[in-house]
């Protein structure tokens, strides 16, 4: 870092971050607006536009450019925050949104307070590059579940049936099924799905090797039954640092698994699960909670919370019951990221057994 980049920031920068274009506002000590820009959102013209001048304090929003960008302000020197818009309504639900306010008072709630933007701390390069891999995995399995779906949806139009036949073998098995009018219009359909699996098998073995050679530690949340590789290098890349969250509890909002809050006084509605936060690793949560309350989840201290909120009756209970699983699990999983301990299925219900 040069001299020019040294010292506290003398002024703040709010960057409006577009596809195609950003847009900047520059606020002086004072909070007076002494400059806005318009430059192009690619690497190179944020480089000439931050590089070798006065250290700054930056704010960009959170979105598809911001880590990257992120990356490149702090490489020059600057000091970078990554404001949720999620949870800053004076931002997301703005009426006056335009390229011009916005940039300008992203800088003025920096200038003010920059607890006030909720800030988001971007994953470091290495994490990004694995969740990548993750995602593009999850994006192949989207493609073929609505190939398979569309298969047996036209194959259903015409008097047949593929009931029975698996995610897995469809492209083997679901021919003898297809009557023969549409047989030779779907099996270009089946072809792309067996390369599909064919792809995603390969993913997988990926997986398997970037948990083992960089990310051992994944294999502690790997203990409950109903958590594989996936799902357990997800957590781990999502969470990040363990140890930034004061209780394991919190984790649970965090993934957006917790219900909202909107009390008044005495009114106190049930509402909605927030869905706030990563929702691929929310998912991968719910997938497991799925498995642990199904014909093949084993008894643990897990089923039979879900089990007990299923049997209360209620019309959406057992939704409610596999929602209920996968916040504890994700609890869970920080626990055991945090201790490193053997995991006991039964462990509460072991200890109030020996209480009574």
Not at 90 to 113: F, T
Request: hydrophobic share 35%; with cysteine; charged share 30%.
């Amino acid at each position: 870092m040069n001299d020019s980049t040294r010292g506290t920031p003398k002024v703040t920068i709010g960057v409006d971050l577009g596809d195609k274009y950003s847009h900047l506002s520059v606020l002086d000590s004072k909070g007076k607006v002494i400059g806005a820009e318009r430059i192009k959102t690619t690497p190179e013209d944020f480089e000439r536009r931050f590089r070798g001048v006065p250290r700054a304090l930056v704010v960009i929003e959170a979105g598809t450019h911001s880590p990257w960008v992120n990356r490149l302000l702090q490489e020059c020197g600057h000091e970078s925050i990554v404001s949720n818009p999620r949870q800053v309504p004076l931002i997301s639900e703005n009426n006056q949104k335009s390229d011009d306010h916005d940039p300008e008072l992203l800088a003025r709630l920096g200038r003010l307070d920059p607890k006030l933007l909720k800030p988001i701390q971007p994953r470091p390069l290495k994490e990004q590059i694995a969740l990548a891999e993750l995602r593009a995995r999850d994006t192949l399995v989207k493609a073929r579940t609505q190939l398979v779906n569309h298969v047996r949806g036209v194959v259903k139009s015409f008097g047949g049936r593929t009931t029975g036949v698996t995610v897995g073998s469809f492209h083997e098995r679901a021919p003898e099924h297809i009557p023969e009018k549409i047989r030779e219009t779907l099996l270009p359909v089946l072809k792309v799905i067996a390369e599909l699996k064919e792809q995603i098998s390969r993913y997988d073995e990926r997986v398997e090797k970037l948990s083992e050679k960089k990310y051992p530690q994944s294999e502690v949340l790997r203990q409950p039954a109903g958590v594989g590789a996936l799902t357990a290098l997800a957590y781990l890349l999502v969470i990040g640092d363990p140890k930034r969250f004061k209780r394991s509890r919190d984790v649970g909002p965090y993934v957006g698994l917790a219900p909202g809050k909107d009390n008044s006084g005495d009114y106190n509605p049930e509402l909605r699960i927030t869905k706030a936060g990563d929702g691929f690793l929310r998912r991968l949560l719910v997938s497991s909670a799925h498995y642990i309350l199904g014909p093949f989840g084993p008894d643990s201290d897990l089923r039979r919370h879900g089990e007990k909120i299923a049997r209360r009756g209620k019309k959406k209970a057992k939704r409610q019951a596999v929602i209920a699983v996968a916040r504890k699990l994700a609890v869970l999983l920080h626990r055991l990221l945090i201790t490193g301990e053997v995991y006991e299925p039964l462990r509460n219900t072991n200890r109030k057994q020996k209480r009574s």
